[in-house]
């Protein structure tokens, strides 16, 4: 999981769409 930044670009976009959409 450590040195996964495709992984964390995923979430961390998720985590912006889950905040911009409420």
């Known amino acids: 999981m450590k040195g996964d ?3 964390i670009r995923t979430l961390n976009a ?4 889950e ?3 409420v």
């Open 14 to 17: 998720i985590l912006t769409n």
């Open 5 to 7: 930044p495709a992984i």
């Open 19 to 21: 905040l911009t959409a």
